[in-house]
DNA sequence: GTCAGCACTCACTACAATGGAGTGCCAATC
DNA sequence: GATTGGCACTCCATTGTAGTGAGTGCTGAC
C-alpha cells in the first residue's frame, strides 16, 4: 500500500507540471496518436501503447484526470480526447531523447550540404526548401545577420549624375547594395576616389563597428560623398535593414488544416517578413525551441506551432532556422530535422567564412 | 422583317465566336453576375442586364443555345448556368472599353510610383503587393532581364584562396554575383588586376554580348582568371541564370477556392519559379494577355486564369507582370490593373536607367 | 487501485419528405 | 416568326427521423 500511496503523491505534488508515470505514459500516447492520425484518441486505444498496460476503464479515469488538470480536451461528450497546447507543452518538454532524424532523412541532409555551393541566398532558399521536404511542415530561414560580418569589399558605383550605388561584399560572401543620393553632381573620377577612401576606412570592420566619422580627405566633396557611404554602410549593418527571410514549403500548410479560412490566415502571416522574423527572434529569446499555440503571441497563427533552432556561425548565433506546423506537428521529427540542419547549416556557413 | 432576319444571320455566321447581339449580352451579364456571386445565374436574374430587355424565357432559349454552343455550363439539371473557359474567353475577347481602375486604386497607383524609390528588387517585391492589394489576386512580377542590360561595373572580390566573387553592376541598379573557382591559388593583387582587365572588357557591353574571347594581357595566371570571369559574366546574361521572380498575395489563393486541395496543388505551383516564369513568357509569346483554364498548359492551374501584361523599358520588353486567380476572376479589373502597373512600371524602370 | 459491466451521450450516416429555383416545352400572342 | 406566359418536370438543398457505434462516466465487486 505504501507504494500505491507514494505515486498518488507523486501526481498530485505541487509542481502542477508533474505527473503519474502512468498518466505520463497515457498523454505520451495521446499525443503520439493524434498527431498520427488528427482524430480524437479513445480509452480502447490506448491500452496497448507502452507504458499503459490497464485497462480502458482506468485510463477513461486517468484521462477524466488529465483533462480536468488541462493536459486534454473533447470535442464533444462522445468522443475521445485531444491534447491541449498545455498537453503538447508537457509532451515536448518530458521528451526522452532528443529525437533522431529517419535515416532517409539523414541521407538528403548530407547530400544537400556536401553539394552546398555558391551565392548564400541560393543556398539559404534551397535550405528551407530541404527543410520542408524533411518535415512536411512549412520551413523558415533567416540568413546570418550582417551586423557582425566584416567587410570584404565597398564599391561606389555611379548610376545617375545624382545617384550612386553603395556595393558591399562582406566576407561570408553577402553583397549588400544601397543607393545613395548626392546633394551635387559628382563625377565618375571623383566617385571612385571615395569609393577608395571609404574602403580603406571600413575594409575589415563589421559593419556595426564602422567609425561613423571618417578622416578628412582634403577635398570637401569628396568627404561630403564618403560620409554619405559611410551612413549607407551603417545603414546595411543596423536592424532597420532587416534580416532576409526565406519561406519554403507553405503550400504544406494547405494540407495541414481543413479549414480554408485557417489556411488564408497562416499564409498572410507568412507574408509579413518583419512578423516572421520577430515571432522566431522572440521565442529563440525566451529560450525556447518550441512554442505552441498561444505561447507566441501571434493571434492567427494559435493553431500553429513553432520550432526553432539557432544557427551558430564561428561561435555565435547569427541566424535562426524554423519551422511552422500545426500544433499537432510532429515535435520529435520536427525538432530533430530543424537541429540537424541547423548545424549543418552553421558548419557549412563557417567553413565558407574562412 | 428584313431587321429580325439580318439578327439571325448575324447568329448563324460562319465565325464560330461569332454571337447574336443579344445572346452576346446575355453571355457578358452572365458572367459577369457569375464572377460577382460565384452562383450559377438563372434566367430571371437576367432579365434586368443592360442590352436584355426580354423575358425570361427568351432568356432560358438563348441560354439554351449558348449551353449548346459550348459558352455556357449546367451545374445540374435545375441550377442556373455558369460559363465555361469558352464563354469566359468571349467575354474577354469582346470587351468594350480598356476597363479602367476605380479611383481609389489609381490613387494606391500614383503614390506607390511617386514614392518607389531605392533597391529594383525591393521595388519589384513591394510592386507585386501592390498588385495583389488592387486585384485580390495573387500577382507575379518578373524582373527585368539582364540579358540585355549593360555592365556599369565589375570587380572580382577573393572570399577564400581558391574561391572568388564576381560582382557586377548592371546599368539599372541590379547587382549580380557569381562565384567563381578558381583552379589555382591567386593572390590578392593578381585578383584586382585581373578584374582590371575584366572590367576593361566589359564595361559598357550588354551581358548577353560580351566578347568570350578577352584580348591576352601576358600573364598566363591572370588571363585564367580573366576567362573564368568572362564565363562568369555570360553565364549571369544567359537563360540559365533565370529572371528574378516576386510572387505577392499568395493568401489570397486561399480565399479564391473552398477546396484545400486546389489551394494546395496551385501553391505547389506558385513556389516553382522556373513554371511560373515559364508560363507567364509561354502566354506572352502566344500574344495573349489573358489565359483561362486549360489554355495554358498547366495541369493544376486548370481553375485558375492567368493575366499577362509586358513591361516595357527603354522600348524594349523586359520584364513582367501578372496575376493568378480564380477562372471566375473579374477580368477588366484585373486587365486594368496589370496594365496600369506594368506601364507606370516600365517607366519608373526606364527612368532609373538614366 | 483496478476492472468488468452498464446506461448514457452524441456525432455520423442513411433515408424519406418537402420546398424551391430553374429548366424545357408548348400554345397563344404581337 | 420571334416572343411570351403557363405548366409540368427535374433535381439540389434542407429538414426530420431513426439507427448505429464509438466513446464516456459511474458503480459495485475484487
Avoid at 552546398?116 to 528551407?128: F, N, P, R, V
Avoid at 521529427?333 to 549543418?344: D, F, Y
Amino acid at each position: 500500500m505504501t507504494t500505491t500511496d507514494d505515486s498518488r503523491h507523486e501526481g498530485a505534488g505541487a509542481d502542477p507540471l508533474a505527473l503519474d508515470v502512468r498518466k505520463s505514459a497515457i498523454l505520451n500516447a495521446v499525443v503520439t496518436e493524434y498527431i498520427g492520425s488528427a482524430q480524437p484518441v479513445g480509452s480502447q486505444h490506448l491500452m496497448d501503447a507502452p507504458g499503459v498496460s490497464v485497462s480502458s476503464a482506468t485510463i477513461r479515469a486517468d484521462m477524466a484526470a488529465l483533462e480536468r488538470d488541462g493536459y486534454l480536451a473533447q470535442p464533444h461528450t462522445s468522443a475521445g480526447r485531444i491534447p491541449t497546447d498545455k498537453g503538447y507543452r508537457f509532451f515536448v518538454d518530458h521528451l526522452v531523447g532528443p529525437g533522431a532524424l529517419d535515416p532517409v532523412g539523414r541521407q538528403q541532409v548530407r547530400q544537400f550540404f556536401d553539394h552546398a555551393h555558391g551565392e548564400i541566398e541560393s543556398m539559404l532558399e534551397k535550405t528551407s526548401g530541404l527543410l520542408a521536404d524533411l518535415t512536411d511542415c512549412t520551413a523558415m530561414v533567416v540568413g546570418p545577420s550582417h551586423e557582425t560580418s566584416t567587410v570584404r569589399s565597398v564599391q561606389l558605383v555611379g548610376l545617375g549624375p545624382r545617384l550612386a550605388l553603395l556595393v558591399v561584399v562582406l566576407a561570408d560572401g553577402a553583397v549588400q547594395k544601397q543607393s545613395i543620393d548626392l546633394a551635387e553632381e559628382v563625377d565618375e573620377d571623383r566617385l571612385s576616389d571615395a569609393g577608395r577612401h571609404l574602403a580603406a576606412h571600413a575594409l575589415g570592420h563589421a559593419l556595426s563597428q564602422i567609425d561613423p566619422t571618417p578622416p578628412n580627405s582634403g577635398d570637401p566633396l569628396t568627404d561630403a560623398v564618403v560620409a554619405a557611404g559611410v551612413e549607407g554602410l551603417r545603414h546595411l549593418g543596423s536592424a532597420e535593414a532587416g534580416d532576409q527571410l526565406f519561406v519554403g514549403g507553405s503550400s504544406r500548410m494547405a494540407a495541414a488544416f481543413d479549414a480554408v479560412d485557417t489556411v488564408r490566415s497562416v499564409l498572410t502571416i507568412l507574408e509579413q517578413q518583419l512578423v516572421v522574423v520577430t515571432l522566431l527572434r522572440d521565442v529563440l529569446d525566451r529560450g525556447l525551441s518550441v512554442a505552441i499555440g498561444a505561447e507566441h503571441g501571434v493571434e492567427p497563427l494559435a493553431s500553429c506551432a513553432v520550432v526553432v533552432m539557432p544557427v551558430w556561425v564561428d561561435g555565435e548565433v547569427t541566424g535562426t532556422v524554423g519551422l511552422l506546423g500545426p500544433t499537432r506537428m510532429n515535435y520529435p521529427q520536427a525538432l530533430a530535422a530543424a537541429r540537424v540542419v541547423g548545424n549543418r547549416l552553421g558548419e557549412t556557413l563557417s567553413e565558407s567564412r574562412r
